[in-house]
C-alpha cells in the first residue's frame, strides 16, 4: 500500500488544514492508535484487500478497520510526500458526524480489541486513550455532555499525563474548530 499528503479545502477553496500522517513500514501499532490515512490518499494491491475480508460494513471508520486487518496480516506501506488529494469540507451532515458514527467506531474498537495480545499492557492503554479521546469529541458533537465527561474521564486514567486531554477537554468551554486549530499549532512546533 502507498499513500500521499492531502489538503482539506472549504466550499471555496481555501485550505484549512494538511494531513500530518508520513509512517512507513510496518505500521500495525501505529494503525492500532491512529488512522494511518483516509481512503482517497491510498492504492492498495487488490491482493491484500482480498486476504483482509474487504470493507465491513459499519456505520464509519471503514478505511481504518480494513487497513488493521491488512496490516496485522503483515503488508506495510510506503508514503508519497507530495500533496495529491484535496478533501473538500462542507457543512451539514456527514458520514463521521451524527449518532451513527458513535457504533462506527465502537465497532472499530472491537476490532482493536482483537489484536490486543500483539500488543504491551503500555500499548493497549494508548489504544484505549485514543479511542476515550475520539468517543469524547464525538459526544461532544452531539451535546451530550455528561458521556463526553465519562469517556474524558477514561482517558485520564488511563494517559493521565498526556497533554491532549487537557487540550481536548476544551471543547467544553470553546468550539472544537478552536481546540483543532491548538491541536494543528502543537503539532507543527513538534
Given at each position: ?7 482539506y ?9 494538511y ?25 492498495i494491491?487488490?491482493?491484500a ?6 470493507f ?10 480494513l487497513l488493521?486487518r ?37 465497532s ?5 480489541k ?25 459526544y ?25 486531554n ?6 467544553f ?8 486549530s491548538?491541536?494543528?499549532a502543537?503539532?507543527?512546533l513538534k
Open positions: 500500500m502507498v499513500y500521499c499528503r492531502n489538503r479545502l472549504d466550499v471555496e477553496g481555501n485550505v484549512l488544514r494531513s500530518v500522517g508520513n509512517v512507513r513500514g510496518d505500521v500495525f501499532k501505529y494503525q492500532m492508535v491512529r488512522n494511518v490515512s483516509i481512503t482517497s490518499t491510498l492504492m494491491k487488490k491482493e484487500i482480498e486476504k483482509a475480508g474487504w465491513h460494513d459499519i456505520p464509519c471508520c471503514q478505511e481504518g478497520d488493521l491488512i496490516f496485522a496480516l503483515g503488508y506495510g506501506v510506503d508514503f508519497v510526500d507530495e500533496f495529491l488529494t484535496n478533501v473538500y469540507l462542507h457543512p451539514g451532515e456527514h458520514i463521521t458526524t451524527g449518532p451513527k458514527v458513535i457504533q462506527g467506531r465502537l472499530f474498537f472491537e476490532t482493536k482483537k489484536y490486543f495480545d500483539r500488543l504491551t499492557p503500555s500499548e493497549q492503554k494508548k489504544v484505549e486513550h485514543a479511542h476515550s479521546l475520539s468517543m469524547f469529541r464525538e461532544i458533537l452531539l451535546k451530550d455532555k455528561k458521556t463526553a465527561w465519562n469517556y474524558f474521564e477514561k482517558a485520564v486514567k488511563t494517559q493521565p499525563f498526556d497533554l491532549l487537557y487540550i481536548e477537554v476544551l471543547s468551554v470553546i468550539p472544537m474548530s478552536s481546540v483543532i491548538i491541536k494543528s502543537l503539532h507543527k
